[in-house]
C-alpha cells in the first residue's frame, strides 16, 4: 500500500530532489514519493523519477528515542556489504549523513520488484500453492545463506562483538523495555531472569538478521525470495536466534498460532514449522535440539520490542489517538509475555 508523500510525512521534496539528483547517477527529476505503508519502525519510501525509474528511500520514523535501531549508516553498510554474495538484497544506490537535507539521515536502494506476503488474502491471491511451498523452502534456503556468509571477507567482522549474542540481547531488550514501558509486566522480568540461567553455549558468530521473517522479504511469483529487507537491528552472534524468531513469525497450516499478527503463512501450500526447522539444520548442520529456548527467547523479544512500539504510539507517533486504539498493542504484548513464560516453563 501506498500514499503520497510529504514533508511532514518525513520526505523533503525539494531538498531531497537535489540530493538525488547530484548524488545518484542517471536519474531524472521531478521524483514522485510514496509512502509504503506497513512496519512499525523505520520508513520507506518509493521514488519514482520521470523516466520511469523506480527508487526506495529509507529515514528513522518521524518519533524516535533509540538511535541504535534507526542507523542509517549502518544498515546502509550492511546491503552494501551483501551485494555480490549469495544473500539476495537491494543494489544500495546511496547514502546521506547531512540530517539538514532531511530531517534525519537517509539512503536510498534499487527497488526490487515482487510480492510481499502480510496476509493470507495476498498469499492466496499471489503465490500458487506449489509457489507458497518453494516460499518456505527459499526463505529457509536464503537463512542458511545470510549465516554462511564469511563476515571478515565482506568487511562485516568488526561490526558487532561475536561472542554472548544471548546475553547481549537480553541486556539490551530488557534495557530498552524498562526505559520505554508503560506499565510493569511481571512476566517480562521473570522471563528475562530464566532465560538468563538457560543460555546455550554459543557457536562460531554468523550474520544475524534479527527480524527474519517472510514479509520482511520480497517473494517473486514462483516463491523465489528476491531481497531480504529490513536489515536495522542486524548484528553478529548466534545464527539460532534467527531460528527461533522465524518459529514465531511463521504459521503453518498445521501449526498452532503463536502470535495472531502473523498468518499469512496458515493456507495450503505452506510448510509447517518443523519441516521449516528440520530443513534449516539438513542444510547448514547446525544442532537444533535447543530451538526451543530460541523461540522462547524470541517470544520475550518481541514482546519487548512491541511494548516499545505502543510506548511510541501512546506518546503520539501516530498522533492524538483515543486510547481504545492502542488497546489491542498492549493485549499483544501481555499475551507474548505470558506466552514465553509457558513457553520456558515446558524446557526441561
Not at 536489515?231 to 501449526?255: F, H, N, R, S
Amino acid at each position: 500500500m501506498t500514499a503520497p508523500a510529504s514533508t511532514h510525512d518525513g520526505i523533503d521534496a525539494d531538498l531531497v530532489t537535489q540530493w538525488i539528483t547530484t548524488n545518484v547517477a542517471n536519474t531524472a527529476a521531478p521524483f514522485n514519493f510514496e509512502f509504503i505503508a506497513g512496519g512499525h519502525s523505520n520508513l520507506t519510501f518509493r521514488v519514482t523519477d520521470a523516466r520511469g525509474r523506480e527508487m526506495v528511500l529509507r529515514r528513522p520514523p518521524l518519533s524516535h528515542g533509540l538511535a541504535s535501531a534507526h542507523d542509517m549508516a549502518r544498515e546502509h553498510r550492511i546491503i552494501s556489504a551483501l551485494q555480490g554474495s549469495a544473500v539476495p538484497v537491494a543494489p544500495s544506490l546511496g547514502l546521506c549523513l547531512d540530517p539538514v537535507v532531511n530531517g534525519a539521515p537517509f539512503y536510498m536502494m534499487q527497488f526490487v520488484a515482487g510480492n510481499v506476503l502480510r496476509d493470507q488474502h495476498s498469499a492466496e491471491r499471489l503465490l500458487t500453492p506449489l509457489a507458497r511451498r518453494h516460499a518456505g523452502e527459499s526463505l529457509i534456503e536464503t537463512m542458511a545463506a545470510i549465516h554462511a556468509v564469511d563476515i571478515n571477507a565482506v568487511g562485516l567482522g568488526d561490526l558487532a562483538r561475536h561472542e554472548a549474542y544471548i546475553e547481549r540481547q537480553l541486556k539490551r531488550w530488557y534495557g530498552q523495555f524498562n526505559a520505554q514501558k508503560t506499565r510493569e509486566l511481571g512476566a517480562i522480568d521473570r522471563v528475562h531472569d530464566e532465560l538468563r540461567k538457560r543460555v546455550p553455549t554459543q557457536g562460531p558468530a554468523t550474520i544475524v538478521h534479527g527480524d527474519y521473517r517472510l514479509d520482511n522479504c520480497i517473494v517473486d511469483d514462483d516463491g523465489n525470495i528476491a531481497a531480504v529487507l529490513d536489515w536495522e537491528i542486524c548484528t553478529l552472534g548466534d545464527p539460532l536466534a534467527d531460528l527461533g524468531l522465524l518459529m514465531v513469525y511463521w504459521t503453518g497450516p498445521d501449526d498452532e498460532s503463536i502470535n495472531s499478527g502473523f498468518q499469512a503463512t496458515k493456507v495450503p501450500g505452506f510448510l509447517n514449522r518443523q519441516d521449516l526447522a528440520d530443513k534449516y539444520a539438513t542444510i547448514t548442520g547446525r544442532d537444533i535440539s535447543q530451538l526451543n529456548f530460541y523461540v522462547a527467547f524470541a517470544v520475550w523479544k518481541l514482546a519487548c520490542i512491541l511494548e516499545g512500539v505502543y510506548a511510541r504510539y501512546v506518546g503520539g507517533a501516530l498522533g492524538a489517538r483515543d486510547a481504545s486504539e492502542l488497546e489491542p498493542f498492549k493485549i499483544q504484548v501481555d499475551t507474548l509475555a505470558a506466552h514465553a513464560e509457558t513457553l520456558l516453563s515446558q524446557i526441561d
